[in-house]
Nanobody
């Protein structure tokens, strides 16, 4: 089992930036692709971004493509989400999760059922 702890959320301004972190601990945490999802009030959890275990490939949801960047510090077992050009619709609780299978990226990476060991989430609120 891997324990994930998100941080870095808070209040951002429209057009501004925030950086989220997801610290992973536990056995073989570095072997897994990691993803970010978000959930706004009254909406389903939405795929944001995913990065492979080696950090060599990443993929993004259509609503954040070109504005958000996912990265990872492998020695520190930490995944980051750099959020830029923030919009009010980015307001949500952001969660990180690890994919179920080590060493591979599931082709269904947009589906939250491919992930487990979710963190507690961090609130991001974007205001004008």
């Amino acid at each position: 089992q891997v324990t994930l702890v998100e941080s870095g959320g808070g209040l951002g301004q429209t057009g501004g930036s925030l950086r989220l972190s997801c610290a992973a601990s536990g056995r073989f945490a570095e072997r897994y692709a990691m993803g970010w999802f978000r959930q706004a009030p009254g909406k389903e959890r939405e795929f944001v971004a995913v990065i492979t275990w080696a950090g060599d490939f990443s993929y993004y949801g259509d609503s954040v493509k070109g504005r958000f960047t996912i990265s990872r510090d492998i020695p520190k077992n930490t995944v980051f989400l750099q959020m830029s050009s923030l919009k009010s619709e980015d307001t949500a609780v952001y969660y990180c999760g690890r994919q179920r299978r080590e060493w591979v990226l599931s082709p269904r990476y947009r589906n939250q059922v491919e992930y487990e060991d979710w963190g507690q989430g961090t609130q991001v609120t974007v205001s004008s």
